[in-house]
């Protein structure tokens, strides 16, 4: 675990923390590792962050800096844009949810891991852009268009205007009034991208170097080399972490983790009971069938939908008979890294990501399957042994 | 489910519907072989024949249950058994996750009961039958569980009174 800067000033002021993913980004590219690097990009404002390709180093620069109002997911841009990844190398920068979806993706042969390499970010929640704006305009009195820059950090979403002043209000009082983070981020307990090949982030800089530099931990030999690279062309500077920092940054994990099991507790009340089913499918009768959730979601990639199918359900009714949401739920169930994707593409609006995260979580503690932790992982029931009793 | 049995069930004590699903070489046998030796079970169950209990999608079961069905009771061969060598490994290991599934979804998933009868075993099929549908007295209709969704749940439990139905097992 190290503390990482870039040594390019230019890319220090306008990277995040000392600009170490930036770094890393263009080393690889330059080094010829990959082909190109999947980022996050910001158009007219800092509400509106978008999937780029960047496949030169000015590219790379212009998308450096954390983004919080990006609700995408770098997993299906992969699939639907650079070919699955088949002939392209790309690094990418995910989010704990991109890197557990890419994880799943990867086992079910719908990603070239080979050429994926994840530089994964730590990640408290994003925002919807839309209500975002609402927010800063209802809680901070300010035009949305002044904000500079916005960050979230203990507990706090702090925003930094054009005059260079700061301004924070606490994540729960924007929540209690329905704005900050999604509700899928808010029931999140993945903050530190464990899965990915690096994880990089702010939590656990301590010292001087606070908010100057970058922690990141290595997991796999694909997160090594990206660093070797970096290192070794001289784009980055690394120091071990001290312990403190460390621990530091475990515990304001075990905190982000807590705070997500009393949200997931809370929301899923709201179907607690013996008629669950029934309290169920009085959101989901909303369903006009658009299948953006099917559309969106990371996990189903089926060419023949079974849901499509005569026998499986009557086609051309609405609302859809029950059997379409069984079979997401059964289909995609064990493996809902809970991205939102589904629930942000739906216009009835139905909570169907809080849905499918809640019969997750169930199937988990039966299976002890977690979805996206590892490649290494079977999916359930794509594995098993005969075992004579 | 007839017009005429289902007014008969409304006046008489409520019957479980039982759906069952038997695999053709093994459980199927078990059962012809329980009505050449004319014993008496409950005439509760619905059959349907698939060729292997590892043909069985875990979805025909859920359609089971909103197409009216109590309980689902799938039966297969014993372990080395299997006509087709694998094929009732994959369906006990589907039945592992289906059961927590109809929990997440709501419905209790005591009202699935995966066993293996041979085709000797006459006597094992008609005592399975019997608890069986004493076990589908105890839990009461589907409609509870299900509400309106329940398709073909008798008239006096379903608020749903019309809507299409695709492919309703009972009618």
């Known amino acids: 675990m190290f503390y990482g800067k870039a040594t390019d000033q230019a890319t220090q002021e306008r990277g995040e923390c000392g600009g170490a993913v930036t770094a890393i980004l263009t080393a690889a590219l330059e080094q010829n590792l990959v082909d190109g690097a999947l980022v996050i990009k910001r158009s007219e404002s800092i509400y509106d962050g978008f999937p780029f390709f960047a496949t030169t180093k000015e590219e790379i620069a212009e998308a450096s800096g954390s983004l919080h109002c990006a609700p995408t997911l770098s997993a299906k841009v992969i699939k639907n844009y650079l070919n699955a990844a088949r002939d392209t190398r790309v690094a990418v920068t995910c989010k704990p949810c991109d890197a557990r979806a890419i994880v799943e993706m990867g086992k079910r042969n719908q990603l070239n891991m080979d050429n994926v390499y994840m530089v ?3 990640c408290a929640g994003t925002m919807p852009p839309v209500p975002a704006r609402e927010m800063i305009r209802k809680f901070y009195e300010i035009d949305p268009d002044d904000v500079v820059k916005e960050e979230i950090a203990k507990g706090k979403l702090i925003i930094q205007t054009k005059d260079g002043e700061h301004k924070e209000v606490s994540i729960d009082t924007l929540e209690k009034e ?141 609302p859809p008979e029950p059997m379409f949401h069984l079979t997401r739920l059964m289909h995609i169930g064990p493996s809902c890294v809970d991205c939102g994707q589904c629930e942000d593409g739906c216009p009835a609006e139905i909570p169907i990501a809080m849905i499918t995260h809640m019969v997750q979580t169930d199937l988990q503690k039966a299976t002890g399957y977690v979805p996206g932790r590892s490649l290494e992982d079977p999916i359930p029931l794509s594995e098993w042994e005969e075992v004579q009793e | 489910m007839s017009q005429a049995e289902a007014a ?32 008496q079970y409950p005439t509760n169950m619905r059959i349907i024949r698939i060729m292997c209990s590892g043909r069985l999608n875990p979805m025909f079961i859920v359609k089971g ?82 509400g309106v969704h329940a398709q073909g749940a008798g008239a006096q439990t379903s608020k749903k009174t019309a809507k299409a139905v695709a492919g309703d097992f009972f009618s």
């Open chain 2, 8 to 39: 008969q069930s409304s006046e008489q004590e409520w019957e479980p519907r039982i759906l069952t699903f038997c695999c053709n070489w093994c459980s199927y046998a078990g059962a012809d072989s329980a009505g050449t030796s004319r014993m």
């Open chain 1, 120 to 122: 994964g970010v730590n």
């Open chain 2, 65 to 146: 249950f909103l197409s009216g069905a109590d309980m689902v009771m799938m039966l297969g061969c014993h372990f080395g058994d299997c006509h087709y060598l694998k094929g009732n490994f994959a369906c006990n290991a589907r039945m592992t996750l289906l059961k927590p599934y109809l929990q997440a979804i709501g419905i209790n998933p005591e009202r699935l009961y995966w066993n293996q009868i041979s085709a000797s075993e006459a006597i094992k099929f008609k005592e399975t039958m019997e608890n069986i549908v004493k076990k589908g007295k105890e839990l009461g209709p589907i409609a509870n569980e299900l």
């Open chain 1, 178 to 318: 329905g704005y900050g983070r999604r509700k899928n981020c808010q029931r999140c307990e993945y903050n530190i991208p464990r899965m990915a090949d690096i994880a990089c982030g702010n939590w656990g800089v301590i010292g001087p170097d606070a908010g100057q530099a970058t922690f990141i931990e290595v997991f796999t030999d694909k997160g090594q080399k990206l660093l070797d690279t970096a290192t070794s062309s001289g784009a980055l500077t690394l120091t071990d972490a001290p312990p403190e920092g460390i621990a530091l940054r475990e515990k304001l994990d075990g905190i982000m983790v807590k705070m997500a099991h009393k949200f997931m507790d809370a929301q899923f009340a709201k179907y607690d009971g013996a008629d669950k089913f029934e309290k169920m499918f009085a959101d989901l009768d909303r369903c006009i069938l658009c299948r953006n959730c099917i559309i969106n979601c990371p996990i189903c990639y089926c060419e023949e939908c079974f849901t499509k199918k005569d026998y499986v359900m009557a086609q051309g009714t609405l």
